[in-house]
């Protein structure tokens, strides 16, 4: 406390403090941070410009566990997610708990963003019932729907946004994922056709997710793909494959690409390529030739078009480190943040894809 006078003596005497909006704007204040590391970040803040002191504005929304923190001022919105210990008052020490999640300079705008995790929410509950899993029968109606290719997934936010292929989803009347051991339903959010990227989104709060590396592939690099090549007709366990980056455009002079020697099979698409750190330099995409006989021919998308379309949908996301991790690190990263998905369709959409030249779903045996 003393240390909080002489701080705010000096602003005073120095004319040095500074705003909230220009602690935001030099990156002190970032997307992630605790309501701790805001308090800090503020500290060098004028008085009617530090939402953790006298006059503060605090409105916490127990059904979306939201809470909004602003000062005297009202000149910034702090919105935490996640918030499962309100803060108490404008009092500093009792903070609570929570991740930022957005920043707004209206409190109109902060009511828009509300009430859009709202009506999301609402959707959520009407698709909340999940039918039973149906195992496929030679009866089966052409109109009845039922799980029928797989692709991979992962998280890259806390709050259970997922990237994926566009090829896993699209024409999908349900899309389901597994997480231990446990079938939910999954909403698409955003999809790209032309980079072949899709952003799906779940009620589930995973503990680990992805972080996107800063920078593309470099040639030679080292990669992890993780997925689930051929489904689970393997076995219902994650797999991994090692390589490098063997070239820095993709099939056809595609430079939103790389090549891999990293294995890659159906059932891969979607799932994360990762370095030495965990961080996702790409996205497996496809292969081409096996048929063929050629191998170790495979693609993936590069992490900047990827942070290219999650920023152009208002999603906030992690920038990778440099810090490698160990394999048992990097193990519980993979498992933890790397989904199995399934598409569902009826049988009359399973004929129609199937007899496409373009089908690139990976289909169950049973219908092949």
């Given at each position: 406390?003393?240390?909080?006078?002489?701080?705010?003596?000096?602003?005073?005497?120095?004319?040095?403090?500074?705003?909230?909006?220009?602690?935001?704007?030099?990156?002190?204040?970032?997307?992630?941070?605790?309501?701790?590391?805001?308090?800090s970040a503020l500290g060098a803040t004028t008085?009617?410009?530090?939402?953790?002191?006298?006059g503060c504005y605090r409105n916490?929304?127990?059904?979306?566990?939201?809470?909004v923190l602003s000062s005297s001022s009202r000149s910034v919105y702090f919105v935490f997610e996640n918030v499962y210990q309100p803060s108490i008052g404008c009092d500093r020490f009792k903070v609570g708990d929570g991740r930022l999640?957005?920043?707004?300079?209206?409190?109109?705008?902060?009511?828009?963003?509300i009430e859009s995790k709202n009506q999301i929410k609402k959707k959520k509950i009407v698709k909340k019932t999940t039918p039973k899993k149906i195992e496929p029968k030679n009866e089966i109606g052409d109109n009845e729907a039922v799980p029928a290719a797989s692709g991979s997934g992962f998280y890259i936010t806390s709050s259970g946004y997922i990237v994926t292929n566009n090829h896993v989803i699209e024409g999908c009347r349900k899309v389901s994922l597994t997480h231990n051991?446990?079938?939910?339903?999954?909403?698409?959010?955003?999809?790209?056709?032309?980079?072949?990227?899709?952003i799906l989104k779940s009620d589930i709060r995973p503990m680990r997710f992805y972080k996107i590396s800063q920078d593309d592939p470099k040639l030679l690099e080292d990669v992890i793909i993780a997925g689930y090549p051929l489904g689970k007709k393997v076995s219902s366990a994650i797999k991994t494959s090692k390589g490098s980056v063997t070239s820095l455009a993709g099939y056809g002079d595609n430079y939103s690409n790389f090549q891999t020697d990293a294995a890659l099979n159906q059932g891969n698409s979607g799932g994360p390529i990762i370095d030495g750190s965990g961080n996702v330099v790409g996205v497996a995409v496809a292969n081409y030739g096996k048929?063929?006989?050629?191998?170790?021919?495979?693609?993936?998308i590069k992490s900047s078009t990827l942070k290219t379309f999650v920023s152009s949908n208002d999603i906030?996301?992690?920038t990778g480190s440099k810090s490698s991790l160990n394999n048992k690190q990097l193990g519980n990263l993979i498992n933890n943040a790397t989904i199995?998905?399934?598409?569902?369709?009826?049988?009359?959409?399973?004929?129609?894809?199937?007899?496409?030249?373009?089908?690139?779903?990976?289909?169950y045996s049973e219908f092949q």
């Open positions: 406390m003393k240390n909080l006078f002489i701080l705010i003596l000096l602003c005073i005497v120095l004319n040095a403090c500074t705003t909230a909006r220009e602690e935001v704007s030099k990156g002190k204040v970032r997307i992630g941070m605790t309501k701790a590391d805001l308090r008085l009617s410009e530090d939402a953790f002191l006298g916490y929304n127990n059904n979306l566990k939201l809470e999640a957005q920043i707004k300079y209206t409190l109109q705008d902060v009511n828009q963003y051991g446990k079938e939910f339903e999954a909403n698409v959010i955003a999809t790209d056709a032309k980079n072949d990227l899709a048929q063929a006989g050629v191998e170790s021919f495979n693609f993936g906030n996301f992690l199995y998905l399934e598409c569902w369709l009826t049988v009359a959409d399973i004929k129609k894809i199937i007899a496409s030249e373009e089908n690139r779903k990976a289909f």
